[in-house]
């Protein structure tokens, strides 16, 4: 029987540059009515069956053998059209192919079936008619109450709408057929088996001149229903979180749907707690700490419209949400935003893209803006606005920040982890039963062990880095996690004299137990919250006030929002400082402005005790002075001369391989053919390299890399696919694999 068009154009789920583009398959008679755009298949392809995406529907250009689909994975299409468009500006702007960007964007929706499936209702009128149609209610209340119920709670089944709003269930059946009600299919949502802790209800708090402001622009554009871009540069404690909360009201309130972003899942169990207090079941929690059935659950919950308010880490901003209308990153200038693995995508950018496809706002906030969205907004045209929040709330101060150098400390006979002010500052607050922060960024007992007889430093086997030395006797990379006894002889000459040196959060939390003997103490690290629920149950510890000092590592550095913390000691603020890095000097500002935010934001003054051997730094002072304007106007000179960011774009090849020479001869052969393609192109690039990475070597594979500078992104990528496209044809001589980064977030 002859086949003819239109036949359905299939991505197959490859992970190869050459297969990335549509296959056409036939439409089996029995899965005519099912199949659509957005629709995961099983399709025969090069002697397997492989899933694929169906992206559209056409015929091919030349006459070719069609096949038909195989089947169909799922129920219903897993993505929108808006999404398959962000998918393909994914694979165009971060170098990978249409089926890895699908798959990152559809990952947790894929992976589970929902366990049950039952009716559910949602009010079938948008919010900003219901009151229109419950005045002409008055004679039945009970079918009003429930109306606004489904529009508080959408997804409650026939029994759970009822009760909620202490109705019959022959009240819901009424409200159906009269079709101010709809019926749909959807799983139980269960977290544990059993639904989430209910949290008490709160309302809007008072906004000050700085918030009001803020809040008016936001929503002034959310009205108009267009791109925009907001760059909201608030004080720490400046309340930027009451004037996200309110804007994600003010898109509700339009129909629309909104997504909030934030760097580190430690901030998720505070942030929640306000969400959920503001919004109650309409909000989705999303992130990579979450079971995968539970990631599944709240995957689908938002995919079914159930929860219109997402809150969760990067992968959050891929929510399925049908109409999104606003987009928060907080704490935009993090540098987790970026996946630093695989697909190199970088959250704040797919958010902006996002938007722009869906006529959305963007909300980006932070006490210390990235020097790239400061660049953008300051200098003002395109969508980039620029808003400040310049005040705390309640006109509270910014803490006083006292700078101790440390090099005066050793001279002074003072070898231990904490200078005389930070012990005196310290029982001080202990005695007035006030909390303290001790930051440090870098967990561990000690950060090298070393033979002090030969020099030896103990390595990993399989990385260039030195092991750590964690209680216990233990030695642990923290790359790969290889793990070790320490040895009671030196490897090398057989020396006894093995000893461990330097400073993690183990060693501080040891010394702080014997120095302050009476306080109670509490750690977080990557180490003390690797079990799951253990961030929430520290966090809670210290803000029932359970605990009087909190020792912790970048996690403790932002968003935490505790009265009674008017203390912070920072142990040393030189730990990214020297950082083989160009943003060295920001992260190291952004930091310690960010952690000396976390005193005083009560009733009670705070205090910051910042211990440094660079006392005279600009970030430092900067920091010290709590003055972004100082920071910027030092470091952007030095970014200008050098050609880096916000001047020039840079995109990153790192080659690896397990044999050293084939990695050198590869990344080699890689800088000749791009020295021809920009010659040949006439192309503005800079080539650096190529040179071994300053961890040349992670999981028993060998580094190198290149760097590319450019005014301009598009020569960057040209260039980039062009070596590409040479390099895949001359394997196998060419043996390394190359991970590519647009927009690097650093260089390790």
């Known amino acids: 029987m002859k086949k003819s068009g239109p036949f359905a154009e299939v991505i197959v789920e490859l992970n190869a540059r050459r297969t990335d583009r549509v296959f056409h398959y036939s439409v089996p008679a029995e899965f005519k009515d099912q199949i659509k755009i957005g629709s995961r298949v099983l399709v025969s392809f090069g002697g397997r069956q492989l899933p694929g995406y169906v992206t559209g529907f056409g015929v091919p250009e030349k006459k070719i053998r069609i096949k038909e689909i195989a089947g169909i994975l799922g129920e219903g299409p897993v993505f929108t059209t808006e999404l398959l468009e962000l998918a393909r500006w994914m ?116 906004l000050n001149a700085g918030q009001s402001g803020a809040l008016k622009a936001i929503t002034g554009t959310l009205e108009k229903d267009k791109f925009g871009v907001f760059l909201l540069h608030g004080v720490t404690g400046s309340g930027k979180t009451e004037v996200y909360l309110q804007a994600i009201r003010a898109a509700l309130d339009r129909g629309r749907q909104a997504v909030t972003l934030v760097p580190e899942i430690s901030l998720t169990p505070q942030m929640i707690g306000l969400f959920r207090g503001r919004f109650g079941d309409l909000v989705a929690v999303l992130h990579s700490a979450l079971p995968d059935r539970e990631r599944y659950e709240e995957w689908r919950r938002v995919k079914e419209g159930e929860a219109p308010v997402v809150l969760g880490t990067r992968s959050a901003v891929f929510a399925p949400l049908p109409a999104p209308g606003l987009f928060i990153v907080d704490e935009e200038h993090e540098s987790s935003y970026k996946q630093d693995d695989h697909l190199r995508y970088h ?259 705070g205090e910051v005790v910042v211990q440094t051997h660079c006392p005279d730094h600009y970030s430092i002072q900067a920091a010290a002075a709590h003055d972004c304007e100082l920071f910027y106007q030092r470091e952007i000179p030095v970014r200008r001369s050098l050609g880096y960011p916000p001047f020039t774009y840079l995109a990153r090849l790192l080659f690896t391989h397990a044999d050293e020479e084939e990695v050198k001869k590869g990344a080699r052969l890689a800088k000749e053919n791009l020295s021809k393609i920009v010659l040949n192109d006439n192309l503005k690039i800079d080539i650096l390299g190529p040179a071994p990475a300053p961890l040349s070597r992670i999981k028993d594979r060998f580094r190198w890399q290149l760097i590319l500078k450019s005014p301009r992104r598009s020569p960057l990528k040209e260039a980039v696919k062009e070596v590409l496209a040479v390099l895949g044809r001359t394997r196998p001589v060419f043996k390394p694999v190359i991970n590519v980064d647009i927009n690097p977030q650093g260089m390790l």
């Open 91 to 206: 694979a165009d702007n971060y170098l990978c192919t249409t089926a890895e960007a699908l798959s990152r964007i559809l990952a947790p929706g894929l992976k589970y079936k929902p366990v049950r499936e039952v009716k559910r209702f949602k009010a079938a009128v948008p919010g900003t008619e219901i009151k229109k149609i419950l005045l002409t209610m008055g004679r039945a209340p009970k079918q009003a109450a429930v109306i606004k119920k489904a529009l508080e709670c959408p997804g409650l089944t026939r029994q759970e709408l009822a009760a909620a709003a202490e109705a019959s269930p022959g009240a819901v059946d009424t409200l159906v057929e009269k079709g101010f009600l709809e019926v749909f299919t959807g799983s139980r949502s269960r977290l544990h088996g059993k639904q989430p802790a209910r949290t008490a209800r709160t309302g809007n708090l008072p």
């Open 347 to 605: 959250a704040r950018e797919v958010a902006l893209k996002r938007a722009q496809l869906t006529g959305a706002v963007v909300v980006l906030g932070s006490a210390t803006p990235s020097l790239e969205s400061r660049s953008k907004a300051v200098t003002g045209g395109g969508p980039y606005r620029l808003l400040r929040i310049p005040e705390r709330v309640d006109g509270r101060p910014l803490p006083r920040v006292r700078v101790v150098d440390l090099r005066v400390e050793l001279k002074n006979g003072n070898r231990g982890i904490f200078s005389r002010m930070l012990e005196t500052a310290v029982n001080e607050r202990l005695e007035k039963g006030e909390q303290v922060i001790l930051f440090l960024n870098r967990r561990g007992y000690a950060t090298i062990v070393v033979c002090r007889e030969c020099g030896l430093s103990l390595k990993c086997p399989n990385c260039d880095i030195s092991l750590t030395y964690h209680l216990g006797g233990r030695l642990r990379c923290h790359y790969c996690n290889h793990t070790a006894v320490l040895p009671e002889f030196c490897p090398g000459c057989g020396s006894s004299y093995v000893r461990h040196f330097g400073v993690g959060t183990q060693k501080v939390e040891e010394e702080a137990q014997k120095i302050f003997p009476g306080a109670r103490i509490v750690r977080m690290d990557s180490d003390s919250t690797s079990r799951k629920g253990s961030h929430q149950e520290i966090f809670k510890t210290f803000q029932e006030g359970k605990a009087d000092v909190l020792i912790g590592t970048q996690m403790v550095a932002k968003g935490l929002d505790i009265p009674g913390i008017t203390l912070v000691g920072v142990i040393n603020a030189d730990t990214t400082l020297y950082m083989p890095d160009f943003r060295a000097a920001e992260r190291t500002f952004q930091l310690l402005t960010q952690v000396a935010g976390r005193a005083g934001r009560g009733s009670r003054p």
